[in-house]
Structures are given as structure tokens and as C-alpha cells.
């Protein structure tokens, strides 16, 4: 007993440093808790901006990078309304600048009426621009187009090596040469027009597709006229920002698998670092939402300051609808991501052990169940019912028809209501008869 009183102090002793240890570990447990969700939180939305921008390579990969791609996306060109203008109006004013209209009716001309060649020549204006609408129309033309591109963006993907005929790449532009339009437009207007240029032309016929090497050499001697060095060459862009842009496009095409497989790494780092992997699912949804957003606001100022480096009015108006071509499968993988996020997002909320969603379960099953009722006497007493108000029905399936067919006046719909009316009054006709023969 006499060991007691210092026995006291000493069990208090450990029993206090038990208790800092289990603190200690505590708090190292809390910490360790905390870095792991911040950690999940930052990773996961590291991976959901790294999914967008692996759409963005892809479709980089797929579309803008691959020649083939590239060309069906803007074979349709030539027959959209603005740039067919565009390009007719910029065709138009180069010719005029390269054949003196003027000078060359003035010499056709009696001398008394030379001073009609200025005002003649304003108004061939309109026919010459109608002529360069018809040959960008033309299927003819369809094949020089398709070949022009196809030269071009081969040329382009080289970017510093694109010293091409079809396309000059530098570091502060890009010139596509429309000189096959202006070869077309000749051949035509000379048919057209013979006394223009007081001779029938001899120009290479492009009908094929194929563009000689030496277009610009034959087309001056045709016209026995010296071309300057970039007539005809449309600047599409004009920012040394392009450069750099098309060597990022390069280099993330260059190590996209890489790119892709770092995204899984991280998505596959996210989950396992989670302490809750429906919240980080959730966390993912979200953050997949705001990256599209982002990445397209980018993508739409982009697009805002090549539209800017455009003069306004047609050319401005033409450039405008072929960005909305070039970029119309990206933003449709843009949408397809906004979606999965939101729908992702939405299902993992649904599945959480909040009050919100149990409540939303619970409505959700009610709702089943009252669904499910309502079929089920549906098809206890529909037959019946329908074949007593056949007519109603017929008449009442018409009526919807006749207002859809109102409100979507394209050929596809109407058809399309057509062939749903139809179906639907065979239905209910067979619907109606098999419940008189049971009744």
C-alpha cells in the first residue's frame, strides 16, 4: 500500500499520453480525410477540363488535322447562300482589277460612243458576280473546289513548310488562291461575252478537278496581261497568333494518345483518392458542365476575333458561315458533353442519402405505381372504350395531325406525320375490331 501514491501520478501520466497519441491520431486521421478530398476535388476537375479538351483533340485529329475529313466538311461551301456571295464578290473585284473593263470597251467601241465605257463598265458588275455565283454553283466547279481544298489544307498542315500555289502559310497569314474561280469565271464570260476581250480565251478547262501547275503563267498570256504576285489570293487570316496556334495544334496532335491516357489516369487517381466516390461522380458532372462552357466561350471568342480580322459586310458574313460549318461537329460534342455532365451529375444527386433526394425517390416510385395502374386499366378498358368512340378517336388523331402539320411545315415533317397518322389509324382500327369480336 505504500506504493500506492506513486503509482497514481504514473498511471495519470500514461493515461494522459494515451489520450495525446489518440489525438495525435485523430487529427492525423482528419487531416489525411481532408487532403484526400481536396485532393479527389481538384483531380476530378483537373479530369473532367482534360475530358473536354481531349474532345477537342479528337475532333482536332479527326477534322481539322485529317485532309480527308476536312474536305467533306467543306466540299458543301460553294453552295451556301453568304459565301457563295462572298467569294463571287471578291472574285468579281479582282477580275476587274486585273482586266481593265473599262479600257478594253473603250477600244471596242465607236470613238462617239467611248464615253459610255465608264458607265458600262459599273454595270457589268452585276452579271460578272451573277457568272462567278453560277460557276461556284456549277458541279463542274463542285470538283475544282473540292481539289483546291484538298491542296490547301495539305499545304496547311505544313505550316512553315506551306509555300504552295494553293495556300501560303507564314507566320503572319494565311492566302488561299481563288485563281481556278477567276479561270472558270474567263471561260465563261468569254463564251458569254466574246467581244470583252475581243477574242475567245484559251484557258485550261478544270471541269476534271485537276489544276495545272502553271494557271497563273497560262491565264496571263490568255489575257496578255501581267498578274500581280497576290491576285486572287483571299488572306482568310491575318495574325502571327495563327502560327502559334497551328504549332499547339501540331504538338497536341503529336502526343493526343498520350493526353487521353493521362485523362484516365487521373480519372482512375480521382476515384481511388475519393472518400465518397457518388459525391466525386457528382463533383465530375458538375465540373463536366462548366468546362464545356468554358471551352466553348473560348472556342466563340476565337471565332469573334477571326471574324473581326474580317472587313464587314459579305466577306465578314461568308467567313461567318464557314466557321459555323468548320465547327458544327464540335459543337455538337460540345452539347454531348454538357449533357452527360448534367445527366450525371443529376443521377448521382438522385442516388445520395439527402432529404432532397429521398423525397424524390419517393415521388418517383408513387409515380411508377400510378403509371403503372393507369396501363393496366388501360388495357383492361381501352379496347372497349375505343371501339364505342372509334370515330372521336379517327377524328381526334386527324385533328393533331393537322396542327403539327401547321406548325412544321417541312417536307421531312409532313411526311413523317403522314406516315405516324396512318399507323396510328390502323392501330386503333385493329385495336377497336379485337374488342368486339372478345366482347
Known amino acids: ?25 485523430q487529427r492525423r486521421e482528419v487531416t489525411v480525410r481532408m487532403l484526400r478530398r481536396i485532393g479527389a476535388a481538384v483531380l476530378i476537375a483537373v479530369t473532367a477540363f482534360a475530358l473536354v479538351m481531349s474532345v477537342v483533340g479528337i475532333w482536332s485529329a479527326r477534322t481539322a488535322l485529317n485532309t480527308d475529313r476536312w474536305v467533306a466538311t467543306v466540299a458543301p461551301l460553294p453552295q451556301d447562300p453568304e459565301v457563295a456571295l462572298a467569294v463571287a464578290d471578291f472574285a468579281t473585284v479582282k477580275l476587274f482589277e486585273a482586266v481593265d473593263v473599262e479600257q478594253r470597251l473603250r477600244a471596242v467601241l465607236p470613238e462617239q460612243a467611248a464615253f459610255v465605257a465608264g458607265p458600262l463598265a459599273s454595270q457589268l458588275h452585276a452579271p460578272v458576280r451573277a457568272t462567278a455565283a453560277e460557276v461556284l454553283a456549277s ?6 473546289w473540292i481539289e483546291l481544298n484538298r491542296r490547301a489544307h495539305q499545304r496547311a498542315l505544313a505550316v512553315i513548310e506551306g509555300d504552295s500555289e494553293l495556300v501560303s502559310v507564314h507566320r503572319d497569314r494565311v492566302e488561299i488562291d481563288l485563281l481556278p474561280l477567276i479561270n472558270e469565271m474567263l471561260r465563261t464570260l468569254s463564251a458569254q461575252l466574246p467581244t470583252l476581250f475581243g477574242r475567245q480565251l484559251s484557258l485550261p478547262d478544270l471541269s476534271s478537278g485537276e489544276i495545272p ?17 497576290n491576285f486572287a489570293r483571299f488572306t482568310v487570316y491575318d495574325s502571327g497568333q495563327l502560327w502559334a496556334a497551328q504549332q499547339a495544334v501540331a504538338t497536341a496532335k503529336r502526343s493526343l494518345v498520350l493526353f487521353l491516357l493521362s485523362t484516365l489516369v487521373l480519372l482512375v487517381l480521382a ?7 457518388r459525391r466525386t461522380a457528382l463533383q465530375l458532372g458538375l465540373w463536366l458542365v462548366i468546362a464545356a462552357v468554358a471551352v466553348t466561350a473560348v472556342l466563340r471568342a476565337v471565332r469573334d476575333q477571326i471574324l473581326q480580322s474580317m472587313p464587314e459586310g459579305l466577306y465578314r458574313d461568308g467567313a461567318a458561315d464557314v466557321l459555323t460549318a468548320v465547327f458544327s461537329q464540335l459543337r455538337t460534342r460540345g452539347w454531348q458533353m454538357l449533357w452527360t455532365g448534367a445527366l450525371l451529375a443529376l443521377l448521382m444527386y438522385v442516388i445520395g442519402p439527402g432529404r432532397g433526394p429521398m423525397w424524390l425517390r419517393r415521388k418517383t416510385v408513387k409515380a411508377w405505381s400510378a403509371i403503372r395502374v393507369g396501363v393496366q386499366a388501360v388495357a383492361a378498358h381501352g379496347p372497349h372504350w375505343t371501339a364505342q368512340h372509334l370515330d372521336a378517336v379517327r377524328v381526334g388523331g386527324v385533328a393533331v395531325a393537322v396542327v403539327l402539320a401547321l406548325l412544321l411545315s417541312s417536307w421531312t415533317a409532313l411526311l413523317s406525320i403522314v406516315v405516324v397518322l396512318a399507323a396510328y389509324e390502323l392501330l386503333v382500327t385493329v385495336f377497336a375490331l379485337r374488342a368486339t369480336r372478345t366482347g
Do not use: N
Open 1 to 25: 500500500m505504500t506504493g500506492e501514491p506513486d503509482e497514481l501520478p504514473r498511471l495519470r501520466a500514461q493515461v494522459y499520453a494515451l489520450q495525446a497519441r489518440l489525438d495525435r491520431r
Open 139 to 144: 458541279e463542274q466547279f463542285q470538283r475544282v
Open 213 to 229: 501547275a502553271d494557271l497563273r503563267v497560262r491565264v496571263q498570256d490568255s489575257l496578255g496581261v501581267t498578274l500581280p504576285e
Open 271 to 277: 476515384l481511388l483518392v475519393s472518400l465518397d466516390r
